[in-house]
Nanobody
């Protein structure tokens, strides 16, 4: 089971980025998917989650209205569109598979497979 995140980079305040996470080794369309982030010196925090069909999503308050999670089950890929980026969005972003059962999970210990992370740096 593998998750490969990509799309990070250095941008300026107000810019946009789209992260991608390619999945393999599980029946992708049977699982919800989540995005988390971890800033230097801070704990990993929930960003967004999407159910197996893409019909339901949930976001942290800090990104709601600016970020959009989506998925393409034909491509085994989940995306995170990030708009109006702020310096406080600077972090390593991780995609993750949740443990089986339900879709609206927010705690890192509810996820059991993690990608390697992709760094997003937002300059002021």
């Amino acid at each position: 089971v593998q998750l490969q995140a990509s799309g990070g980079g250095l941008v300026q305040t107000g810019d946009s980025l789209r992260l991608s996470c390619a999945a393999s080794g599980r029946t992708f369309s049977s699982y919800a998917m989540g995005w988390f982030r971890q800033a230097p010196g801070k704990e990993r925090e929930f960003v967004a989650v999407i159910d197996w069909s893409g019909g339901r999503t949930d976001y942290s308050d800090s990104v709601k209205g600016r970020f959009t999670i989506s998925r393409d089950n034909a491509k085994n890929t989940v995306y995170l569109q990030m708009n109006s980026l702020k310096p406080e969005d600077t972090a390593v972003y991780y995609c993750a598979y949740p443990k089986i059962g339900g879709w609206n999970k927010r705690r890192p210990n509810e996820f059991d497979v993690w990608g390697q992370g992709t760094l997003v740096t937002v300059s002021s």
